[in-house]
């Protein structure tokens, strides 16, 4: 059994990044499942391969309509938006590849329900299909995805050409965008109205859970703190990640609840860190845009008892887009504190380097999609040398975010990064877990002075 012609997925060759979106070909995805399935640290809490197959309608009349440019530009920005989610939905390591044409193949090693992973290719598929801004007018992509879970042992080959199988069915169905692998029953789930009522109550159920992306210094591989990252432990679906959380959140008009809950957890239970250790918390659209935001959140910091010249607030280029002279102004409100702000995400879409100028920043957090390839490209590594030596004329500190081996270690420090957070040091973990972290850190610390 063969996938359709224009559903079979084509790889790069192994290694070799994707020269316009910058992520790997499909050989990477081999590789990565079989390391999972080989790591003798991972193997006794292997959770269970999930996979998607994303594939974008409609791109050769965009290039016709558009110009070629305009669709590679789509490409580029479908493949942040990916990452982007992926980073916030997703616990356990995960792998985006480019297949070739419109599509995309998205592996995780995800302990989660069939539910679940619907729920994510769901979100995904709105996330995409919202407008992307090109110089010649507005694009509006329509996604169909394939998913599947793998069985135990089953190949990559086996998994893609079920995926691709079910892909070239959702093309046939008129209005599905979402199929299972070989036919398997689509999950009755949930429905948004419901999902929005569920989010209502969640707060005073204590269903939102916040973990913690620990943080180190490049120099000396120290903790400095670490990420407020959200979760909600839905009680049917599961664990659902920061990117859906939102995304129903911001449906059902209460994103400001949500954020100002999620504020409060962190900061309460950052209060008994140990030493100098910060705390990062995202701060969204609607937060900017409300109207007394600035008094609410220092009323939190001031309750928590947590030392606001240890917070990091952590806005986004989106975050931004509606009115930078309000976020420019809450920004120096917050600063006026002892509040440092950090540009998240920087190097995903379409960086605005105005923003550099009228805000009022301390860092820049550089986007995953930035660190990827710079042990393999030189290319990647010009880009983010440009990057360091702007941020140190303009007094900022880099932060690397995404470090999954120590090859991007070893250069995001030769470069002149000053931190980094990702998966080769530590995953998101419970408060609890990031307090024993802490402690440690601090023995050694101590251990280490007492021995000079």
């Given at each position: 059994?063969?996938?359709?012609?224009?559903?079979?997925?084509?790889?790069?060759?192994?290694?070799?990044?994707?020269?316009?979106?910058?992520?790997?070909?499909?050989?990477?995805?081999?590789?990565?499942?079989?390391?999972?399935?080989?790591?003798?640290?991972?193997?006794?809490?292997?959770?269970?391969?999930?996979?998607?197959?994303?594939?974008?309608?409609?791109?050769?009349?965009?290039?016709?309509?558009?110009?070629?440019?305009?669709?590679?530009?789509?490409?580029?920005?479908?493949?942040?938006?990916?990452?982007?989610?992926?980073?916030?939905?997703?616990?356990?390591?995960?792998?985006?590849?480019?297949?070739?044409?419109?599509?995309?193949?998205?592996?995780?090693?995800?302990?989660?329900?069939?539910?679940?992973?619907?729920?994510?290719?769901?979100?995904?598929?709105?996330?995409?299909?919202?407008?992307?801004?090109?110089?010649?007018?507005?694009?509006?992509?329509?996604?169909?995805?394939?998913?599947?879970?793998?069985?135990?042992?089953?190949?990559?080959?086996?998994?893609?050409?079920?995926?691709?199988?079910?892909?070239?069915?959702?093309?046939?169905?008129?209005?599905?965008?979402?199929?299972?692998?070989?036919?398997?029953?689509?999950?009755?789930?949930?429905?948004?109205?419901?999902?929005?009522?569920?989010?209502?109550?969640?707060?005073?159920?204590?269903?939102?859970?916040?973990?913690?992306?620990?943080?180190?210094?490049?120099?000396?591989?120290?903790?400095?703190?670490?990420?407020?990252?959200?979760r909600w432990n839905h009680p049917e679906l599961g664990r659902i990640g920061a990117g859906a959380l939102f995304a129903i959140a911001e449906?059902?008009?209460?994103?400001?609840?949500?954020?100002?809950?999620?504020?409060?957890?962190?900061?309460?239970?950052?209060?008994?860190?140990?030493?100098?250790?910060?705390?990062?918390?995202?701060?969204?659209?609607?937060?900017?845009?409300?109207?007394?935001?600035?008094?609410?959140?220092?009323?939190?910091?001031?309750?928590?008892?947590?030392?606001?010249?240890?917070?990091?607030?952590?806005?986004?280029?989106?975050?931004?887009?509606?009115?930078?002279?309000?976020?420019?102004?809450?920004?120096?409100?917050?600063?006026?504190?002892?509040?440092?702000?950090?540009?998240?995400?920087?190097?995903?879409?379409?960086?605005?380097?105005?923003?550099?100028?009228?805000?009022?920043?301390?860092?820049?957090?550089?986007?995953?999609?930035?660190?990827?390839?710079?042990?393999?490209?030189?290319?990647?590594?010009?880009?983010?040398?440009?990057?360091?030596?702007?941020?140190?004329?303009?007094?900022?500190?880099?932060?690397?975010?995404?470090?999954?081996?120590?090859?991007?270690?070893?250069?995001?420090?030769?470069?002149?990064?000053?931190?980094?957070?990702?998966?080769?040091?530590?995953?998101?973990?419970?408060?609890?877990?990031?307090?024993?972290?802490?402690?440690?850190?601090?023995?050694?610390?101590?251990?280490?002075?007492?021995?000079?």
């Amino acid at each position: 059994m063969g996938v359709k012609p224009h559903d079979k997925v084509h790889s790069h060759p192994k290694g070799i990044a994707d020269r316009l979106t910058g992520i790997p070909g499909l050989e990477a995805v081999y590789d990565r499942i079989a390391a999972w399935r080989e790591d003798p640290v991972l193997m006794p809490h292997m959770a269970h391969v999930h996979a998607m197959l994303l594939s974008l309608r409609r791109l050769d009349a965009i290039n016709m309509a558009y110009g070629a440019a305009a669709g590679d530009g789509a490409l580029e920005e479908v493949a942040a938006r990916i990452s982007h989610f992926a980073e916030e939905e997703l616990d356990g390591p995960w792998l985006l590849a480019r297949a070739g044409g419109g599509s995309f193949v998205l592996v995780a090693n995800e302990a989660c329900s069939r539910e679940r992973w619907q729920l994510v290719a769901d979100q995904l598929a709105d996330m995409i299909a919202r407008p992307i801004p090109v110089s010649s007018g507005i694009l509006r992509l329509s996604p169909r995805i394939a998913l599947i879970r793998a069985l135990t042992g089953e190949s990559v080959e086996s998994m893609l050409d079920r995926l691709g199988h079910a892909l070239g069915d959702a093309h046939e169905q008129h209005g599905a965008r979402l199929a299972w692998a070989d036919g398997e029953v689509t999950p009755p789930g949930r429905s948004a109205q419901q999902l929005e009522a569920d989010l209502l109550v969640a707060i005073d159920r204590d269903e939102i859970e916040v973990l913690f992306q620990p943080q180190f210094d490049l120099g000396d591989d120290s903790l400095t703190g670490a990420e407020a990252l959200a979760r909600w432990n839905h009680p049917e679906l599961g664990r659902i990640g920061a990117g859906a959380l939102f995304a129903i959140a911001e449906r059902a008009d209460h994103v400001g609840p949500l954020s100002r809950h999620i504020a409060r957890k962190a900061m309460w239970a950052a209060k008994g860190w140990p030493g100098s250790l910060r705390l990062s918390i995202n701060v969204t659209a609607a937060d900017l845009a409300f109207g007394s935001y600035t008094r609410q959140m220092l009323d939190l910091v001031r309750e928590s008892g947590f030392p606001p010249r240890r917070l990091t607030l952590e806005v986004t280029e989106q975050t931004l887009i509606g009115d930078i002279t309000l976020a420019a102004q809450t920004m120096a409100e917050f600063s006026a504190q002892g509040i440092r702000i950090a540009l998240d995400d920087f190097g995903a879409g379409f960086c605005n380097f105005r923003y550099l100028k009228v805000l009022p920043i301390h860092y820049l957090k550089l986007d995953r999609s930035m660190i990827d390839g710079i042990t393999t490209d030189r290319r990647d590594v010009a880009v983010l040398r440009a990057i360091v030596a702007m941020a140190r004329a303009l007094d900022l500190q880099v932060i690397a975010e995404g470090i999954e081996d120590e090859g991007q270690r070893e250069v995001a420090a030769r470069e002149g990064c000053a931190y980094f957070q990702g998966f080769l040091r530590a995953q998101p973990m419970s408060a609890a877990m990031f307090a024993k972290l802490a402690r440690v850190e601090e023995d050694v610390e101590v251990d280490a002075g007492r021995g000079a």
